[in-house]
């Protein structure tokens, strides 16, 4: 196992009825900039709820965070922010929420001339508003750790970027929140979860029995709890299990000591940015090509995960391998996740445009042995067809 340093300062509230714990992590706090997305809060409920809860409170609102949120979007927010001089952030909403809220958070005290170059030429930043989270929607883990990933529609571009600084104060987890989501929004974050799992897990073994074992864990909870949740939305163990199963895997304990792949979110993030094809479905488009492409050099962290996870025989490896690739594409399909380029009206002929986009960004030594090529991309995207 390699060395490591690991730190995680985000107070969760989880359970029912935690929505009032927010009335005593803001008491300190002046100004509050509320965020949200396109309205469904509003629709279900939770809106009225936190503004009940904010009582007194000096609150600025910005609504209208999207899905992939856009950083000409978010830019308002952050003038608004400037201008109202806020103390602090709530974000309320799913993973695209507190990512945006996130670069806002980043860009109120950003010195710099555009906010964008934190993200495309990786400028630091020394400070960063506070936030904190009502999570409405388990997927990205976001609420748990210190990363964001922002669109800019104008130059058809999705980054990422992070910092210590953005780790939210504290997050509120309540299940029941889950019970209106739109049922392609808990697939997609099925399906996150699980790909942010994969992206830590299936690399290379460096005897590192507690990430592996616990990486496994979470798979076969995501894959047992994940359906229950579409079968009965308002089942409070099978979403509670769902949104904790999300939140632990990016918080960063899965990475610690490992070697990790993310390959195929570099990959994905390419299609989102040129075709709007929700995140995580790119997600269930890539993962499959890039275990096949890569299955030589991955073959003894599959093997294990074809044991461990769908309780495969391993006597014969390779086929071994080929029916765990195979049940990870039909679990994703199960939930109602389709699989393939097509599926989303994407032609061949686009597959060079996703690798050019990766070669303008200088993503041209993806995965954990940095070998993932243009070349490779290529082909990985061909077979996804």
């Known amino acids: 196992m390699k060395d490591f340093t690991f730190y995680n300062p985000v107070r969760v509230h989880f359970g029912k009825e935690q929505l009032a714990k927010q009335t005593d992590e803001l008491k300190i706090y002046d100004k509050i900039l509320l965020t949200y997305g396109k309205g469904s809060i509003k629709r279900n409920g939770i809106y009225s709820r936190v503004i009940d809860l904010l009582g007194d409170k000096n609150i600025v609102e910005f609504g209208g965070i999207g899905a992939n949120p856009e950083y000409e979007t978010l830019m308002r927010a952050v003038e608004l922010g400037r201008e109202e001089k806020v103390d602090f952030i709530l974000a309320v909403g799913g993973g695209s929420v507190i990512d945006g809220s996130k670069f806002i958070a980043a860009a109120i005290n950003y010195k710099g001339d555009d906010p964008w170059d934190m993200l495309a030429k990786y400028d630091k930043f020394d400070s ?23 669109t ?24 029941e929140f889950m019970y209106s989501l739109p049922d392609i929004q808990i697939s997609n974050g099925i399906v996150d979860a699980f790909v942010h799992t994969i992206e830590q897990y299936i690399t290379y073994p460096v005897n590192g029995a507690v990430q592996d074992a616990y990486s496994a864990a979470l798979l076969k909870v995501l894959i047992e709890q994940g359906p229950k949740v579409l079968e009965n939305r308002s089942d409070y163990d099978a979403n509670a299990n769902l949104m904790w199963a999300a939140t632990m895997a990016l918080n960063g304990l899965l990475r610690t000591g490992v070697p990790e792949d993310w390959s195929t979110h570099m990959i994905g993030h390419e299609i989102t940015a040129l075709y709007g094809v929700d995140h995580a479905q790119t997600l269930a488009i890539v993962l499959p090509g890039v275990l096949t492409v890569m299955k030589d050099e991955k073959a003894e962290k599959l093997l294990h995960y ?32 389709k699989t393939r380029l097509s599926d989303y009206d994407i032609p061949e ?37």
């Open 128 to 150: 960063a508003i506070k936030l904190g989270t009502v999570l409405t929607l388990p997927a990205t883990g976001s609420e748990m750790n210190s990363g964001a990933v922002i």
């Open 152 to 175: 800019r529609k104008s130059s058809k571009e999705k980054l990422a970027f992070g910092s210590p600084l953005l780790m939210p104060v504290f997050s509120i987890l309540q299940p």
């Open 306 to 337: 074809a044991q461990n996870v769908w309780n495969i025989d391993t006597s014969d490896a390779n086929r071994a391998i080929e029916l765990a690739i195979e049940k990870t594409e039909s679990f994703f399909n199960s939930v109602g996740i």
């Open 349 to 385: 002929s686009a597959i060079g445009d996703i690798c050019k986009k990766l070669e303008q960004k200088k993503y041209v030594k993806l995965g954990e042995n940095r070998n993932i090529n243009p070349e490779k991309v290529e082909k990985i995207l061909k077979i996804r067809v």
